[in-house]
C-alpha cells in the first residue's frame, strides 16, 4: 500500500487568487494523478504529473490553468489559478502502484468566493 | 477512450439483504477492474478488483463477477450492513504501469437498519 499526505484539507479562497495543492506519498511511484470531484458527481482526471516532464493533461484541462510540477518520484503539486466559484470543488491525488492499484489522497476541498 | 457507465446511481436496500451494482465499459482492451467505496467526506478506497483472467473474486461478503464477452462487471455484497452505506465507484483500465483508471458515475448505496 501506499500512505499519501495531501494539504491544505480544505480551504475557501477569494475569486482570481491561486491555490497550490501538495501531494506527498511514502514512497517512490512513477505514477501521479491529479483528479477533480465535483459535489455529488464521480472522479474526472485532470493531468497525469510526471517525473521530469510536462503534466499529460486530459481534455478540458489546460496548463495554464492548472499547472503541475512533479520534481521527484513521491512528490507532486497542482495549482488552481485565477480562481473562479466554478472551480470550487474536491481535488484529489492518486499514485499508481506497480499492481495496478491506485491509492487516494485525503482530499483538498475548495471553496471559491 | 474508454467510457463506463455504472447503475443504479441510487440503490436502497434492508439491512441483510443483499446490493448489485453493473458496469458496463467499452474498450475490449481493458483488463483490470477495481472497485472503490467513498464514505461521506472520505477518500476513495479500494474493496475489492478483478483482471481480465478470471471471471469471480470473493472477500468475504464481497465478490466481483466480470463477463469480458458482454464488456460488464457487477459488484455483489451480501447480508449489507448500515457500514456498507457509501458511495461505490467501478473503474477499467488497461493494466500495466501508466494506464489511467475511467471511473463509472458512482452509486450511493443506502442500508436501512
Known amino acids: 500500500s501506499a500512505v499519501i499526505s495531501q494539504k491544505p484539507s480544505r480551504d475557501i479562497c477569494q475569486r482570481g487568487t491561486s491555490l497550490t495543492i501538495q501531494c506527498q506519498v511514502d514512497?517512490?511511484?512513477?505514477?501521479m494523478f491529479w483528479y477533480r470531484q465535483q459535489p455529488g458527481q464521480s472522479l474526472t482526471l485532470i493531468a497525469t504529473a510526471n517525473q521530469g516532464s510536462e503534466a499529460t493533461y486530459e481534455s478540458g484541462f489546460v496548463i495554464d490553468k492548472f499547472p503541475i510540477s512533479r520534481p521527484n518520484l513521491t512528490f507532486s503539486t497542482l495549482t488552481v489559478s485565477n480562481m473562479s466559484p466554478e472551480d470550487s470543488s474536491i481535488y484529489l491525488c492518486?499514485?499508481?502502484?506497480?499492481?495496478?492499484?491506485?491509492?487516494f489522497g485525503a482530499g483538498t476541498r475548495l471553496s471559491v468566493l | 477512450g474508454e467510457n463506463v457507465e455504472q447503475h443504479p446511481s441510487t440503490l436502497s436496500v434492508q439491512e441483510g439483504d443483499s446490493a448489485v451494482i453493473k458496469c458496463t465499459y467499452s474498450?475490449?482492451?481493458?483488463?483490470?477492474f477495481p472497485w472503490y467505496k467513498q464514505e461521506l467526506g472520505k477518500r476513495p478506497q479500494l474493496i475489492i478488483d478483478i483482471r481480465s483472467n478470471v471471471g469471480e473474486k470473493k472477500d468475504q461478503r464481497i465478490a466481483v463477477t466480470l463477463n469480458k464477452t458482454a464488456k460488464h462487471f457487477s459488484l455483489h455484497i451480501t447480508e449489507t450492513q448500515p457500514e456498507d452505506s457509501a458511495v461505490y465507484f467501478c473503474a477499467a483500465s488497461m493494466g500495466n504501469a501508466g494506464n489511467m483508471l475511467t471511473f463509472g458515475g458512482g452509486t450511493r448505496l443506502m442500508v436501512k437498519p
Open positions: 492518486s499514485v499508481l502502484l506497480p499492481t495496478d492499484i491506485q491509492y
Open positions: 474498450d475490449s482492451a481493458s483488463n483490470y
Open positions: 514512497s517512490q511511484v512513477t505514477m
